[in-house]
């Protein structure tokens, strides 16, 4: 009897730690998911209240885009919940704690309604030729000159990976009017949607440069141009730098583009594409293998772990020696987030430094300012019992991506 009794007290406390457990707050599931009156609540408050940070249909803007369902901060419904209710410390995420609970929970269901692999979305039909549409994104459109699918195109517009959630309507009003405002709030609160906007630079030499702005401060400009070049601007060099509110996109798509082949575009956006291995990748600008294996030539930057592939850990950049190396001074620092060792060996290409904090994160930085112009951050799903050397030694680098390698296990492309 008291065997029979002992084990009836196990089986209580595990069924009283399972049930603890599922009441954790990030371990709630929607109640809303799949209802229609709550995804079109959860839609007038998004557009109210987030909108302004994350863009229409949670495509990204100032924040990251919501639509696809994956997020590196936490992606079950409860985890969604508390960031939403509490923020995301560090990041520029805020807390909505005056939100209600009911309100949240529509929120999470809207956001889940544009995920086409969510439960309650349901994939819309369009009609158009897939296939030519990527025939006129890749040719005559010239879309891929500005935005990236997959990993292939130019990094200065959206990447238009994830974009099957955005209504086809919704994509063909855009394309044939870029600088048209959807969605957003009234005012300039949180629900303010910032109008399309190009900056337009110019140096006292008398060079232009058009694009998109990627970070800027009272001392510095980095900003991405027309032709996905990224540039980094002293403002002692500048003549001007003025903003344009109107789209770098072109506006003459209606000119230029027929019907069928607009419709064609939105239905190839729509199709599910993903990567063809055999199809080059253009990296005109980027580090190629002829770079890296002479990387010697390029003193200023530093192109690998061990700066070369001859592992000489040596750079043979002249300017400091015996007789100024006691004068030297620090320019910059930039705080990394966390308390661990930083044990990363950081790149630098052609003017910016690629560097890795924490597990899972990469910075990008202006090498002579200290400012960051980007950051990177992956949670690692698995953690290994006999993980002993949580660091990471940095990233590498080939073409436009960055490879970061993880402790679970994981190899990560950065574009």
Known sequence: MKTIGFVAMIAAAVAALMVAQQDRPENQKDPFLGNRQAIAAGQQLYNGTCVACHGPDARGDRGPALAGGSFRHGSADGEIFLNIRAGIKGTGMPAFS???TDQVWQIIAYLRSLDASAPGASAEIVSGDAAAGKAVFDGKGGCINCHQIDGRGTPVGPDLSHAQSTPAAQMEARILDPNAMQGGGRGRGR??????????????????FRGVVRNQDSFSVQMVDSHGKLHLFDRLQLAE???EAHSIMPSDYGQRLSKDDIRNVVAYLKSPHTLDAAEPVRDEGGVTSDRLAHADREPQNWLTYWGDYAGRHYSALNQIDTSNVGRLQAQWAVQMPGDDLVEGVPLVVDGVMYTTGQPGQVFAIDARTGRTIWTFQRRQKVKSPYEINPFVRGVSILGHRLFLGALDGALIAID
């Open 191 to 208: 629900g303010f949607r910032r109008p399309p906007s190009t900056l337009i630079v110019k140096t006292k030499s008398g060079e232009e």
């Open 98 to 100: 005056q939100i209600p």
């Open 241 to 243: 730098v003025k903003t």
